[in-house]
Structures are given as structure tokens and as C-alpha cells.
């Protein structure tokens, strides 16, 4: 096991830091979005249109330091992050980044974190996919739509954590690898 430098603790809390910024900017975004599709009866999907966006200091947290637990650290200081900013949803974000970051942390467990890549990005998309909407189906009470409903909000959620969680949190990689390549000339 991997020993963690004070180096990986103070990026993980930069990540956490800079992602619960982003996790109450979308939390602001949510609460609109909720309202117009309420009015159409759809109100559920707001959460998991804008899901990817909770879930991406995981990922990026886990693929930067690279060590067991990264993901789930990254997720909840995240979280914490959110909520001392004053999030919308007060401390139930720690919950929800607990839930989430061992969701993530799956996908690499499952590649007994050798791997930090695409593959592992999508494994992780997968555990964080299940076992947040497993916590949102009871939480929110899901077990009273149709099954036709619970699909749908399951594949919108993964559609959202696969852009988010996989496919942007690739981008931020590569320009992270770009700008650590481009300071070592």
C-alpha cells in the first residue's frame, strides 16, 4: 500500500476545495431546473440530468493521487466543501459525497487501483451510477414510480455520470498532464 504524502493530502483538499465550488454552483442550478420540469411532471430527472457534476472530484481526486480511499476523500471533501458554502442542501451533501465517493472508489478497486485510466474512469461511472441511485431510491422514494420511470431516471443519471465523470474528467486530466509536462521543460 502506498504511503500518503502531505503533497497528495493538501491536492486532495484543493480538489475537494475546488469541486464543492462547483457542487454548489450546480446545486443553484438545480433548484430552477427542478421547478420547470415539476411543472411538467418531471421533477425527479432534475437530479440526475445534473448528477455527473456531484460526482467529479472522485474521479479526478482518484486518477491525480492515485492510492486507495483517493476517491472517496476527494468526494467527501468535496462535499464538505459544498456545504460550508452554504449549500442548498445542507449537511445531507456529506451523505450523498460519502455514498458517491465509494461509488467511485469501486471502479478502481475493481482494477485493484493499477489502473487510472479510461476503463477504470468508466468502472468507477458505474459504481458511483448504482450506488447513488440505490441511496436516491430509497431517500427520495422511488419505489413509488413505474418501473418504466426508474429505468429512465437510472440511464439519464449514468448518461450524466459518464460525461461528467468520465469523459470531462478525462479532458481535465490531459491538460493536467500537459501543463505538468510543459513545466518540465
Given at each position: ?15 475537494g ?9 450546480t446545486s443553484?442550478v ?7 420540469l ?5 421533477a ?12 467529479m ?28 458554502y ?8 456529506l ?9 467511485s ?13 479510461t ?5 468507477s ?9 440505490a ?6 422514494g422511488?419505489?413509488?414510480f ?13 448518461i ?26
Open positions: 500500500m502506498k504511503k500518503w504524502s502531505t503533497k497528495d493530502i493538501i491536492i486532495i483538499a484543493l480538489i476545495f475546488l469541486f464543492g465550488g462547483i457542487f454548489l454552483a443553484l438545480y433548484v430552477p431546473l427542478k421547478a420547470a415539476g411543472a411538467i411532471g418531471y425527479p430527472f432534475a437530479n440526475s440530468i445534473l448528477f455527473g457534476l456531484w460526482v472530484a472522485g474521479p479526478v481526486a482518484a486518477a491525480l493521487i492515485q492510492k486507495p480511499g483517493s476517491a472517496t476523500l476527494g468526494e467527501v471533501l468535496g462535499a464538505l466543501a459544498e456545504m460550508l452554504g449549500s442548498y442542501f445542507g449537511a445531507a451533501v451523505i450523498s459525497g460519502l455514498v458517491q465517493g465509494v461509488g472508489e469501486v471502479g478502481f478497486f475493481i482494477t485493484r487501483y493499477k489502473r487510472y485510466d476503463f477504470s474512469l468508466f468502472l461511472a458505474v459504481g458511483i451510477t448504482l450506488f447513488s441511485f441511496y436516491k431510491y430509497f431517500q427520495a422511488y419505489e413509488a413505474s418501473v418504466q420511470m426508474i429505468l429512465a431516471l437510472l440511464l439519464v443519471k449514468f450524466s455520470v459518464f460525461f461528467f465523470g468520465v469523459v470531462c474528467v478525462k479532458l481535465i486530466l490531459n491538460i493536467v498532464n500537459k501543463v505538468q509536462k510543459s513545466g518540465n521543460k
